[in-house]
Every structure is written in C-alpha cells, then in structure tokens.
Nanobody, 128 residues
Framework: QVQLVESGGGLVQAGGSLRLSCAASGRTFSVYDMGWFRQAPGKEREFVAAISWTGGSTNYAASVKGRFSISRDNAKNTVYLQMNSLKPEDTAVYYC?????????????????????WGQGTQVTVSS
C-alpha cells in the first residue's frame, strides 16, 4: 500500500502561482511513477502531468505545458507540481496518483484508470 497526501492548494488570482506537494508513505516511493490529475465541477478527471520513477521522464497535458512543472524528491518521498501563470480554467481539485508501471507502455501515464493509489485531493481556485 502507498498512502498519498496532497497539500498546497488554495485561492490565487489569475497569473499567480501555487506549488502542490504530494507526500507518500508506505511502500518504497522511489519505484513508483507519479501523476497529477485534476477534476473540475461537472467534468471528468483529466491528466495534468506525470513523472517516471527515476525522474528522467516528464509529460504534460497540452493545456498546462510551459506553465506547470512536475518534479520529485525521492529522499523526501514527495512529488511536486509547480503551477505558474494560473488561469481561472485551472480551477479544480488536484489529485496525485502512483503506479508501478504508468510509463511501461506508450502514453499510459495519461490514463487515470492505470493508477493504483490516489490521494484525497487538494482544491485549487483561480479567481479572474
């Protein structure tokens, strides 16, 4: 089992920045590929960013590329999502997720159904 706890969400004005953290406990964090997803009211959960277990591969949704940055610190069992130039359409609950094989084939890291472990989510609200 892996337990994930997100933090760092909040209310920010458009153009501002937030840094989300996802702290992991339980099994060895460093062997897990990690992803960030988000879900806005009335919408399906969507992929935001992912990072491989080594940190050597990162991928982003087109809507956040160039504005968001995913990173991980395996010594601290934590993955981060730095969000800059925030827009009102970034408003959502943000979730981190872990899986041993999200990067095993193609673009599977974008598929929320692949991930075995999820955090409880943290709310991000961007005001215009």
């Amino acid at each position: 089992q892996v337990q994930l706890v997100e933090s760092g969400g909040g209310l920010v004005q458009a153009g501002g920045s937030l840094r989300l953290s996802c702290a992991a406990s339980g099994r060895t964090f460093s062997v897990y590929d990690m992803g960030w997803f988000r879900q806005a009211p009335g919408k399906e959960r969507e992929f935001v960013a992912a990072i491989s277990w080594t940190g050597g591969s990162t991928n982003y949704a087109a809507s956040v590329k160039g504005r968001f940055s995913i990173s991980r610190d395996n010594a601290k069992n934590t993955v981060y999502l730095q969000m800059n130039s925030l827009k009102p359409e970034d408003t959502a609950v943000y979730y981190c997720a872990a899986d041993r094989r999200a990067y095993a084939s193609g673009s599977g890291y974008q598929n929320s159904h692949l991930y075995d472990y999820w955090g409880q989510g943290t709310q991000v609200t961007v005001s215009s």
